[in-house]
Every structure is written in structure tokens, then in C-alpha cells.
């Protein structure tokens, strides 16, 4: 009987997690924008998101990364579905409120930028799982980050609903991406 029960609910424990992911990831945060307002992991105007967290003049993995969530974001809206692209920076000395939108918006119009004290920056490393760190200083650029790469796509609360490489090509991306937020 104790183990029908247990194995019922191992059984179930998939059904009951959080996240589809096979491991938690993904969590509140209270970061400010490049207009200076508080977001949250909740998009204000209640539209899913892509994720990432790099920094607005990344030489490395941003320069795969912001493209490819500026060219889903547009393939998605030709469809009729609007969605946020969104990046939490991991070098907040550079990405201030007042220069993180202009190189952002480069990419897509619709680009948010997240920055914030060190210890809320903190908090949605930590909920993400993002390890970052100084990789070297480079004399002509200034310091260069190692940091994750994955792209998270966001219900419109903010729950994680999948990830993409950031090498994915964008007509992919798009159509994973529409089968996790539907056609509206």
C-alpha cells in the first residue's frame, strides 16, 4: 500500500512542478528599466517575453543572442502575437538606466533593459541560474563577462516555459515559441 502510494506519487510529481523544465528555474525579481520604472518578472502590458542576461555591448554571445530575440519578436507579430524582448544585464557599471536602451534598441525597438543594485541583480541571477564573472579586461573595450546564454521564454507572469540556444535559427525559435504561447 505505502508503495502504491509513493510510486503514485513519484508518478505525478512531474504534473505538479512548476515548470515543464525537468529542473526549477525561473523566479521573482524587482529590477529598474531604461526609463527608470520597476519591472518585474510579470510583463506590465501582459504579453510573454524572451530573457537573456548578458550586457547591451557584449562583443561575445549578445551578438547572437539580442538578433535572434529582436527576429523572433518580429516573426511572432506578423502572426498577431506580441512579445517582449527583455535582457538583465551582468555588468551593471556599464548598463546604467541612462545607457542601456540606446544599444538595445538597435536591435528592436521593443528591447527592455534591466539593471539595478547589485543585491536585485542578485536575486534574478540566482532564480536563473546565471553565473557570470569578469573574463579578462580588455585595454581597448574595457572588461569583458563570461555569463549563461540561454534564452528564456516567458509566460506574460514570468514562469519559464522553455529555453533556446541563442545559435537557434529564428524561424525555429519562432515556431517552439508559438507552440508555448498559442496564437494570441
Do not use: W
Not at 25 to 47: I, K, N, S, Y
Not at 139 to 153: E, K, R
Request: charged share 15%; with cysteine.
Amino acid at each position: 500500500m505505502i508503495r502504491q502510494a509513493l510510486l503514485a506519487l513519484l508518478v505525478a510529481a512531474p504534473a505538479m512542478a512548476q515548470s515543464p523544465l525537468p529542473f526549477d528555474v525561473g523566479g521573482p525579481f524587482a529590477l529598474t528599466d531604461q526609463h527608470g520604472q520597476t519591472r518585474t518578472e510579470a510583463d506590465p502590458d501582459g504579453h510573454p517575453q524572451l530573457l537573456f542576461f548578458g550586457y547591451a555591448n557584449c562583443p561575445g554571445i549578445c551578438t547572437a543572442a539580442l538578433p535572434l530575440m529582436a527576429d523572433v519578436t518580429d516573426m511572432l507579430a506578423r502572426d498577431g502575437i506580441a512579445l517582449r524582448p527583455v535582457m538583465i544585464t551582468v555588468d551593471p557599471a556599464r548598463d546604467t538606466v541612462e545607457t542601456i536602451g540606446a544599444p538595445l534598441a538597435n536591435h528592436h525597438a521593443r528591447f527592455v533593459g534591466l539593471t539595478g543594485a547589485p543585491e536585485a541583480l542578485a536575486t534574478a541571477y540566482a532564480a536563473f541560474s546565471v553565473d557570470h564573472s569578469l573574463a579578462y579586461e580588455d585595454p581597448a573595450y574595457g572588461p569583458v563577462y563570461s555569463h549563461g546564454s540561454f534564452i528564456y521564454l516567458l509566460d506574460s507572469a514570468g514562469d519559464v516555459l522553455t529555453l533556446f540556444p541563442p545559435v537557434m535559427d529564428a524561424a525555429k525559435a519562432t515556431k517552439i515559441a508559438k507552440k508555448y504561447i498559442g496564437t494570441s
